[in-house]
């Protein structure tokens, strides 16, 4: 099947939207863990998502230097909140790779640009580089991905229930509030 220019959906969030949290408990942006990446991410323009994540201590593999598995981490998920965000469509991570190209210090903040290259069928392609301290500092990380678009049925089979209705109600509340219907539940 060709690969076809990417379509953003009608209703994806505008350039210069910032992202919120997709889910507390995700490691990549949730801020439930510590430890965790507390990625940011916010719309560009032209198909892209800029996101930023800083290395503490809590992501080291050699001393000083981040783990190129969690750096890895970072590029799935703002990868995944550009498929997830542009297309509002949902898709999971098929196959990541990624290159290394100059080592990451604790302490840096990686200035990720990710864009959606094309979509096949269920196939979505997206691909993203890492500026190390500065949006257009040295590209340090750079990630090619496939996600493959999914029915609900896939978290629903193979998540935790619970922590699906956690994310649903917590969705629900937020609906509330953008739509100014809070004080229907919670006066
Ligand atoms: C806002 C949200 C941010 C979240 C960021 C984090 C995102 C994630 O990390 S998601 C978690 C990690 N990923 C997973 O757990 C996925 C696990 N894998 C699966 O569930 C399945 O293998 C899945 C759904 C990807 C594909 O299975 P299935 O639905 O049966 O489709 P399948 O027919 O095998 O594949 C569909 C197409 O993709 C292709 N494909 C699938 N996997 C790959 C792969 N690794 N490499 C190349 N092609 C692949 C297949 O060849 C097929 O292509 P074609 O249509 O041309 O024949």
Known sequence: MDV?????????????????????????????????????????EAQTVYSEFTVTAAHQGAPGLAHGGLLACAFDEALGSTVGNLLRRPAVTGKLETDFRRPVPVGSTLYIEARLDGTAGRKIYASADGH?????????????A????????????HGDPAALKKLADAQEKAKRVREGRDWEINP
């Not at 959906?9 to 997709?22: D, M, Q, R, V």
């Not at 190390?132 to 990630?143: K, R």
């Not at 496939?146 to 089979?157: D, I, N, R």
């Open 4 to 44: 076809e220019p990417p379509a953003v959906h009608p209703k994806a969030p505008t350039p210069g939207t910032e992202l919120g949290i997709h889910f507390d408990e995700c490691f990549g942006c949730g801020d439930e863990f510590e430890a965790g990446l507390h990625l940011r991410s916010r719309i560009g």
């Open 132 to 144: 190390l301290d500065a949006p257009d500092g040295p590209i340090a990380v750079s990630a090619r």
């Open 146 to 157: 496939l996600f493959v678009a999914v029915g609900f049925e896939h978290f629903t089979t």
